[in-house]
């Protein structure tokens, strides 16, 4: 059982910048690829980031490319997302999420546990 706790969230203007955080709990986070999504109230879950294993490969969204930074530190079990430049459109639940097995994805089923999500809400 892997738990996810997110944290990082709140309310920002636009242009202005937050950083998520998601703690892992487990031994073997190292192994595991993980991924950002994020959900708007009447949209589905959306890919927004997701970083592998070993740090080496990051994979975003087209809308948040270049505003947006993924990264690990496996020594604090820990995932961060950077969020620069901030639009009304990002504003959503933002959820992490852990792969057990395989690599660094866009699709939500393909990712094993979730965090319960924390909001961000960008002001015009």
Partial sequence: QVQLVESGGGLVQAGGSLRLSCAASGRTFSSYAMGWFRQAPGNGREFVAAISRSVISTYYADSVKGRF????????????????????????????????????????????????????????
């Fill in 69 to 124: 930074t993924i990264s690990r530190d496996n020594t604090r079990n820990t995932v961060f997302l950077q969020m620069n430049n901030l639009k009304p459109e990002d504003t959503a639940v933002y959820y992490c999420a852990a792969r057990l097995t395989g690599y660094e994805s866009r699709w939500s089923d393909e990712y094993d546990y979730w965090g319960q999500g924390t909001q961000v809400t960008v002001s015009s």
